[in-house]
């Protein structure tokens, strides 16, 4: 399936993938960043944003999608950069089709089964009454029973459009059934060792790249290295910008370029 992709810039291309409940637009400070210095190629995942909805998800499946809508794009082979959810669609696709990756960049995510209480934010927000004249800070107060921290809660609320007829621009029951195979990792087809250069970059503050997942990663990644961003926790491009394009630039041989770089 072609996914919705918006293109920018000039040069070699860097594929950019956001998380869970995002939208390519959530990763915009980086697309203008890098876009100066390459074709940054910004994807919505399957069900969420512009990208068609009312699909199923798995990891096979997603990184199929990336594929897809590379060759429709006319390109060979990219650098990908994925955070979060689509820092596991990006090791699916290096796993599975490794000649069209030319250098990975996962960001604050593993190869690795993970535990998180997702469902209960995908069950808060369905049972949400989308009616005519809801305010932002109506959803707000309808989600703050389940969803107690303000960030996650805005982050969430950023899927919902306003106006007289409400929606979100995730597909939520799409995201409920498919959970389980989110949450997990599993052996995808014809996989096998990614052995191009790969950068782990995650939030010092974060804890989802544990000491445990590490051994995985040198198994499936041999020639991954690791770098640690201070001040940051999961969201890492949100919490410190200035050193995340730092880092990617560098990993990806870009010039940075005039404003390329936000201040701190």
Do not use: C
Not at 17 to 34: D, Q, S, V
Not at 230 to 259: C, M, N, S, T, Y
């Amino acid at each position: 399936m072609i996914l919705n992709a918006a293109v920018t810039g000039d040069g070699d291309v860097v594929v950019l993938l956001h998380g869970l409940f995002g939208a390519a637009r959530n990763l915009g400070i980086l697309t203008r960043a890098l876009s100066r210095g390459a074709r940054v190629i910004a994807m919505d995942l399957r069900n969420h944003g512009d990208s068609p909805h009312g699909l199923p998800m798995d990891f096979a499946t997603m990184a199929g999608d990336v594929a897809e809508t590379l060759a429709a794009l006319g390109v060979a082979s990219a650098s990908l950069v994925g955070h979060s959810l689509g820092g596991k669609t990006v090791m699916a696709l290096a796993l599975m089709r490794p000649e069209l990756v030319d250098r990975l960049v996962v960001m604050d995510i593993a190869p690795v089964a993970y535990d998180h209480d997702y469902q209960d934010y995908v069950a808060a927000m369905l049972a949400m009454e989308l009616s005519p004249g809801l305010t932002r800070g109506a959803a707000d107060q309808m989600l703050a029973a389940t969803v107690k921290a303000a960030p996650m809660r805005s982050f969430l609320l950023n899927n919902l459009v306003l106006g007289e007829s409400p929606r979100w621009r995730v597909g939520l029951r799409e995201i409920q059934e498919a959970m389980p195979d989110l949450l997990d990792w599993p052996v995808l087809p014809g996989q096998r060792p990614f052995t191009g250069p790969a950068l782990f970059l995650r939030g010092a503050e974060s804890g989802y790249v544990t000491a445990a997942a590490e051994h995985v990663i040198d198994v499936l990644f041999p020639d991954a290295v690791r770098q640690s961003i201070a001040g940051a926790a999961h969201w890492l491009h949100a919490d410190k910008p200035r050193e995340v394009i730092a880092a990617l630039q560098e990993f990806l041989a870009l010039a940075p370029g005039p404003g390329a770089v936000p201040p701190s």
